[in-house]
């Protein structure tokens, strides 16, 4: 019956589109005149759809936001995140004044200067002042939002700059301004152009200089935790230092059995690693530094709640850092994620499912295989007092390993 | 008798299919590119129903992928990866670079600029043919055992060097590359002949500041994929040694499938700037020959002079130069050198100023103009609400510091869809209602294109707005479905939503698919000049003659755009009326 239907369907399709595709033709026929010309009267309906479809369109994206704003990421968990949330928003403010002018400009010309409308078009070829201001006005925001944009950036990968930086931007600068001034016998055009990138990347380089050195953070901050991220098809496992503060020197082939992320046993700062997998725990207000492994694809770590990621790419270890600001507790008292949680239990209950509370979660974030969407881990935010009771329960890599073979013996020639 | 069949047949093979003629091969790529459309739209349709029915049975997906991929009616999650990259691949270098600039550069060129052909019919046809032999191959790649590639469009190794890693990258792979590899060689061919076409074969009077913008557009193209292709090519050729040779160049300190490999000291990182070195001029390839149709078919049809020709040649330049310093955008988060972060910040967040003008430029075109919306303007229109809607996101995905949290998450999916690929398909459309008549010398219907039109543009924003949504909540692509994430939940009415648009939009093909056809065989004849227009392909007959212009070739006096110049008679002035005594030519001064 279903397919029945379906071919009743599609064959009632075409013969529509025979008859209207007929239908036209013979109007025209008709009416004889110029068969490419537009009637006034279809004219008229384009010009209407388009101020149709620019309400339709206006009005989704309202309640898009409406519906969908509440459903996106919290505030962010971690002291750079908040920074990037604040260029995030002036980003989405400009952005979205931009979207809504020029789409309104465009359909209101398009409905007002519609052809049955209109006795003649005017002849206007160009006007350079005109030209000259919408290509300075958009620039000096982009200035701004370069500025800023790298400001946040050199702070938080904590970008060091010396002076050559400045030095070769004002090589640039000079350079490029002799071009223009001095070889007068090059054709002006080219004069300007070449002189012209020269000059702005010298400016770029000068200003990023004291971009970069103003981002610096110089308060002596507290030297951050390491844990270590290591990626695999198609899961992830965290190491903790353990007691020295030192991950062991590790490589992919010394994977052994239990030993899954091929620590080398020779290596005594290896034997009190902590391996934990499913969740790992960080602690509020103390800066972590993420060392990222992969051992066979690249991978992704990707913690969106800290508006921080890192590709895993094997041989080539990676590094992040930030500061958890708010522990996971507090997350899930937080207005917007309580009001998101009910909607996604709600939609749950329906299907039957059990309820769920807020997590912080590592996703992957690069494919990476069959079931890259599955790969994941939570993570918790603990206060440091609870951080350090989570820790001390996890097992070493010796415990899981058991006692080697060697240190075996030696306790049994001790026990003799 | 038998030697007269066998005159008559060579005459129908090279005059049909062998053919040297810049038309006829116009003709052919646009077929082949429109077969690949229907084949990555089908694609994307069908991973678009297990997105928005995340792990629900559909027969359709089981008709079309058998009981190997689609079991039960539910994709097979290593199919659905092979299904993105395929749609991926066959989208950006099958329909939007070998169908798009195929087509228009093929049929436009020497038609604009008053030329009898190509400079070389031979590579001419050369760069059809290999471009359909690696159609043929990448189409086959999808029925090997194991899949077609899967590693996405991008390829990153070692997931597109090691079979051990997805099933995909077994001879899937391999028959990508090669069919890339013959890819790349037909858009070389063709794009080294666009360039010596464009500047030795002008007619008389046709200075470059007398050339149509699709031809510049169509020049600064062919340059850019000469320069970057051959990057994707050795990229793509030290990725053939290392899955086959044993080399490491990609590939280092890896254990897969419980074994460590034998391989140390190579980069996967290295792998992604000679891909992007290539990719990142890749959409401006795309998008640049869009770009120049749209500012042709609006100026015509507003029967306005475009506004700021040489603001507009200007920026088109500016784009093509400066998208070959910003590939390192799509690296922000691979570990590279922070600082090198801050350069292609800056030099990506520059490309936004010619971008601008180049909108402001459209919209006083638009501006008092007297417009007439054929199908092909209300593409046009439409171009420029998705250049301009999906454009001001990459100003967001330039700031390294909030594409740490952007990258790879649907936010991208919905920019590159908007700003790139729904702006080129639009063009492209816009392209073949417009040009049609001088490709057929019929007209399509107008009011099949008015439904098409209005279904394709609601599909697009339905499909692609939603999912800047999923992208702030921190979906990322390439996800077989959520279930894991129940913090997506909240948005699977979306994704049903998004699917529901996505089968809209693909109706609206069909449409447009039977208006083709239609038109073709039974469509009203055009006349010589159906849209009023000065450029100089509407001055050859309707009938296709070898050499284009049955007499001399024409002579050029002024540039495209004198639409209802004051003091004409009629409201538009071909290229090749002389200028009257006192008149100025517009373009050059
Ligand atoms: C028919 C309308 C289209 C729909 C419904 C559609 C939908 C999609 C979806 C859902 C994805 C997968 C996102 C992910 O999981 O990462 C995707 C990927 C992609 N699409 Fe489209 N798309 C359409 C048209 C196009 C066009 C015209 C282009 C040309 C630029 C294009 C280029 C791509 C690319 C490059 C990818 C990325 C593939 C990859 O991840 O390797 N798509 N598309
Ligand atoms: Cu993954
Ligand atoms: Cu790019």
Same mark, same amino acid.
């Given at each position: 019956m279903i397919t029945f239907l379906t071919y009743s369907v599609i064959i009632l399709a075409i013969v529509s589109m025979v008859y209207l595709a007929r239908i036209a033709d013979l109007t025209r026929d008709l009416k004889g005149g110029n068969e490419a010309d537009v009637p006034q009267s279809e004219n008229k309906q384009s010009a209407l759809g388009f101020i149709i479809f620019m309400v339709g369109l206006f009005a989704s994206y309202i309640w898009l936001i409406q519906e969908y704003m509440p459903m996106t990421l919290p505030q962010a968990a971690s002291e750079h995140g908040a920074k990037i949330d604040g260029l995030m928003n002036i980003n989405l403010i400009v952005v979205n004044i931009v979207f809504v002018v020029i789409n309104i400009l465009l359909f209101v010309f398009a409905f007002k200067y519609e052809s049955s409308k209109r006795e003649k078009a005017d002849f206007?070829?160009?006007n350079n002042t005109l030209e000259l201001i919408w290509t300075i006005i958009p620039s000096i925001f982009l200035a701004v939002i370069i500025t800023w944009g790298l400001y946040v950036w050199s702070g938080i990968h904590q970008i060091k700059v010396d002076s050559t930086l400045w030095i070769a931007g004002l090589g640039l600068l000079i350079t490029g301004a002799a071009i223009i001034g001095l070889l007068k016998n090059l054709v002006a055009e080219i004069r300007v152009t070449v002189g012209g990138s020269l000059m702005l990347f010298g400016a770029f380089f000068c200003s990023y200089f004291f971009i970069a050195k103003n981002s610096i953070n110089t308060e002596v901050s507290e030297e951050p935790l390491v844990i270590e991220l290591y990626a695999r098809q198609f899961d992830w496992t965290a190491r903790y230092a353990g007691a020295d503060q030192k991950l062991g020197a590790a490589h992919v082939r010394y994977i052994d059995g239990a030993n899954t992320v091929g620590i080398n046993t020779e290596d005594k700062a290896g034997l009190d690693d902590q391996i934990v997998r499913n969740e790992f725990h960080i602690p509020k207000g103390k800066p972590v530094r993420f060392v990222i492994r992969s051992q066979d694809v690249i991978h992704s770590a990707y913690m969106p709640h800290f508006r921080a990621q890192v590709n895993a790419v094997p041989g080539m270890p990676t590094s992040m850092s930030f500061t958890p600001t708010i522990t996971t507790q507090e997350m899930r008292a937080d207005e917007k994620t309580r009001k998101k949680y009910e909607k996604i239990n709600k939609i749950r209950e329906k299907r039957g499912e059990e309820p769920i509370e807020f997590n912080y979660v590592l996703l992957?974030?690069?494919?990476?295989?069959?079931?890259?969407?599955?790969m994941k881990m939570d993570i918790v935010v603990d206060t440091p007092e609870d951080y350090q009771k989570w820790l001390s329960e996890q097992k070493t890599l010796t415990e899981v390993l058991g006692p080697s073979e060697e240190a075996q013996q030696e306790e049994n020639i001790a026990q003799l | 008798m038998g030697a007269h069949t066998h005159h008559h047949q060579e005459s129908f093979i090279t005059k049909y299919v062998f053919s040297q003629d810049h038309k006829m091969i116009s003709k052919q790529f646009l077929v082949t590119g429109l077969v690949m459309a229907l084949v990555g739209m089908l694609m994307s349709t069908l991973f678009r129903l297990q997105l928005g029915w995340q792990g629900e049975s559909f027969k359709i997906l089981n008709f079309f992928l058998g009981d190997k991929w689609a079991p039960d009616g539910v994709l097979d999650p290593n199919m659905y990866l092979a299904l993105v990259t395929m749609h991926g691949t066959i989208m950006v270098?099958? %329909?939007?670079t070998g169908g798009l600039s195929g087509t228009f550069a093929n049929l436009l060129i020497p038609l604009q600029i008053g030329a009898r052909d190509m400079a070389s019919g031979f590579m001419n046809m050369l760069s059809y043919w290999f471009f359909l032999v690696a159609s043929i191959i990448m189409i086959a790649s999808v029925f090997v055992q194991g899949g077609p590639a899967s590693a996405g469009w991008t390829i990153y190794p070692p997931l597109s060097a090691l079979p051990q890693a997805i099933p995909g990258s077994g001879l899937g792979m391999t028959l990508w590359l090669i069919s890339m590899t013959i890819f790349i060689a037909s858009s070389l061919l063709g794009g080294l002949n666009y360039i010596v076409t464009v500047v030795n074969l002008r007619t008389i009077g046709m200075k470059m500041t007398r050339l149509p913008l699709t031809i510049w557009a169509l020049l600064v193209t062919a340059i850019l994929g000469v320069l970057s292709f051959p990057v994707l090519f050795a990229a793509a050729l030290l990725l053939v040694f290392d899955r086959s040779f044993g080399t490491s160049f990609y590939l280092s300190d890896i254990f897969i499938n419980g074994a460590a490999l034998d391989v140390s000291g190579g980069s996967p990182v290295l792998f992604q700037h000679l891909f992007w070195f290539l990719g990142h001029p890749e959409v401006y390839i795309v998008i640049l020959p869009a770009l120049g149709i749209s500012s042709e078919i609006i100026a015509t049809n507003s029967r306005k002079p475009i506004f700021g020709y040489r603001a507009m040649i200007l920026s088109i330049l500016a784009i093509g130069f400066l998208s070959f310093i910003v590939w390192a955008h799509h690296m922000? %988060?691979?570990?590279?050198?922070p600082f090198l972060g801050s350069v292609f910040t800056f030099t990506t967040l520059l490309i936004a100023i010619p971008s601008a003008v180049k909108a402001f430029n459209y919209l006083t075109t638009i501006y008092k103009g007297k417009l007439n919306f054929t199908p092909a303007m209300l593409f046009a229109i439409g171009l420029v609400s998705t250049f301009v809607s999906g454009g001001i996101t990459g100003i967001i995905l330039a700031d390294a510091a909030l594409d740490i949290n952007l990258h790879d998450t649907y936010f991208v999916v919905a920019h590159f869809h908007i700003v790139m690929g729904m702006s080129a398909v639009f063009a492209m459309f816009a392209g073949i209602y417009h040009w049609f008549p001088k490709m057929y010398g019929k007209l399509m219907n107008r009011k099949l294109g008015y439904v098409h039109f209005w279904l394709t543009i609601v599909g697009a924003f339905g499909v692609f707005l939603p999912q800047h949504f999923l992208g702030l909540a921190g979906a990322p692509r390439r996800y077989y479905e959520n279930t894991a994430f129940p913090m997506f939940d909240d948005f699977v009415e979306l994704n049903e939503i998004v699917s529901i648009f996505a089968i809209i939009g693909a109706i609206g093909q069909f449409v447009f698919m039977f208006n083709f056809l239609y038109s073709i065989f039974r469509g009203q004849r055009s006349s010589q000049n159906p849209w009023k227009s000065n450029t100089l392909e509407w001055t050859t007959p309707v009938e296709h003659v070898h050499g284009n212009w049955p007499g001399a070739l024409p002579t050029v006096h002024r540039w495209a755009y004198d639409y209802s110049k004051p003091g004409a008679d009629e409201d538009f002035i071909p290229q090749t009326v002389p200028l009257a005594p006192g008149e100025q030519d517009e373009g050059n001064h």
């Open positions: 206007y070829p160009h992957c974030n690069k494919i990476c295989g069959a079931t890259h969407y599955n | 270098f099958f %329909v939007l922000f %988060v691979t570990g590279m050198n």
